[in-house]
């Protein structure tokens, strides 16, 4: 039990286009969703946190236009990656809890490379 | 500031040794996670301690708790080279939305 699908989980395209990446709880309802980057070998960066239905909490420096959070069901999460730049090259991992006392289950992350 | 300190950052073990690694955490959280990752993989989850004295084993490698130390440790017992990867400990520090701090990550490698 408790599976979260991340998709894609490759993504190589070029400067300025925006990148979806979605977050999918299985076989629960993920009432809280969280966003994170990891740069190579360091550990892992909260970027924001979702709640179904409501706007997302970004974390300080976190650029909220430039990552588009939209949680719009309780299984569901979308990181929209906007105008992307070579810096903003990371593997990007989501994960889902049922609940604030419940434990995050996380996806299987994105590697997202901008040339 | 909310911190969590593992160490140390890097370790090289032979097979068959026995080693610790250590969590020290600010938070005032009674729930400790400890998560594995392989090069180019998200996390696994290996153990999640609940209370003061928890301890939780899976083979070869054994997690315990002291809330009041604000300290757990992840102890390996003879290690074999499977158990290389990069190893987090993660405080929750609750709130409404349930949110956890990561470590900066203990790099295992076990040679031959």
């Known amino acids: 039990g408790a599976v979260v699908s991340q998709h894609p989980s490759r993504v190589i395209c070029k400067s300025g286009t925006s990148v979806k990446i979605e977050c999918r709880s299985l076989?629960?309802?993920?009432?809280?969703m969280f966003w994170y980057r990891q740069f190579p070998k360091k550990s892992l960066m909260l970027m924001a946190t979702?709640?179904?239905?409501?706007?997302?909490?970004?974390e300080q420096g976190v650029e909220k236009d430039k990552f588009l959070i939209n949680h719009a069901s309780l299984t569901l999460s979308t990181l929209t990656v906007t105008s992307a730049h070579p810096e903003d090259s990371s593997f990007y991992i989501c994960?889902?809890?049922?609940?604030?006392?419940?434990?995050?289950?996380f996806g299987d992350g994105t590697r997202l490379s901008i040339l | 500031e909310l911190k969590v300190e593992q160490n140390p950052l890097f370790l090289s073990m032979q097979e068959g040794k026995n080693y610790t690694i250590y969590c020290n955490y600010s938070t005032t959280s009674d729930r400790l996670y400890w998560y594995r990752q392989d090069p180019g993989k998200s996390l696994e989850s290996l153990f999640v301690?609940?209370?003061?004295?928890a301890v939780k084993q899976e083979g070869r490698l054994m997690a315990s708790l002291d809330t009041k130390a604000r300290l757990s440790t992840l102890h390996i017992t003879a290690a074999v080279h499977d158990l290389s990867a990069t190893y987090f400990c993660?405080?929750?520090?609750?709130?409404?939305?349930?949110?956890?701090?990561f470590g900066k990550g203990t790099k295992l490698s076990v040679k031959p």
């Open positions: 979702s709640n179904e239905g409501s706007k997302a909490t970004y």
């Open positions: 993660a405080s929750y520090y609750g709130g409404s939305q349930g949110n956890l701090i």
């Open positions: 301690l609940l209370s003061n004295g």
């Open positions: 994960s889902a809890s049922a609940g604030s006392n419940q434990p995050q289950h």
């Open positions: 076989d629960f309802q993920a009432t809280t």
